[in-house]
């Protein structure tokens, strides 16, 4: 089983969304796919319970610590959403079980700012300090024909002492697709092929730390 630990200390950043695509790719591979679900929010869950017949299901669950007990011993693909503003403490239990780690950052000073101290802190995690848990962070609602994303992005790579693995634009079939319980990797059609693209890179790292 792979598990795939999505956190950040800002709210709002995509991290529901990060791991709910991520789970329409696996699950459209044919693999067991169960997302827990630790946001009080629960919006990956009630993406998960929304998925319709037409689609490969995948199981959410909710909680915390107690969540993990009930991931099913079939899952090969496991990942988990964790609350806005989360620290160590509440980190902890996932991180003991995480393969990898991803940070979703929007294009914003504020964002960049509150991102920089939270990795700060993953820096002081021994998983993360002896090279067991690999972090990635992932760019996430960029305008990528715009200078400011562009200059967002070089200022998060050249800050970041974990590298930037994806570029995700910004687009409004992610709000449409999430109240369906979809996503972009349950259709095949031209107009989501570009958006299939910019998640390769971030596939592609994943399938090298596994």
Known sequence: ?????????????????????????????????????????????????????????????????KALQKVPADTQQLLIDTPAGVGERELEPFIDVANVLLVPVLPSSFDLDATARFLGELQDIKRVRNGKLPVALVANRLKPWTRASQDAVEQL??????????????SQAYVLLAALGKGIFDYQSEQVRNHQEDWKPLLRWIKRQA
């Open 1 to 65: 089983m792979l598990t795939t630990l999505v956190a950040s200390s800002k709210g709002g950043c995509g991290k529901s969304t990060l791991a709910t695509q991520l789970a329409s790719h696996w699950a459209q591979a044919g693999q067991n796919t169960t997302i827990v679900d630790a946001d009080r929010q629960g919006s990956s869950y009630r993406w998960a319970s929304r998925r319709p017949d037409n689609v490969p299901g995948v199981l959410g669950l909710e909680g915390g610590r």
């Open 157 to 170: 790579a050249a800050a970041s002492p974990f590298p930037v693995v994806a570029q995700l634009r910004d």
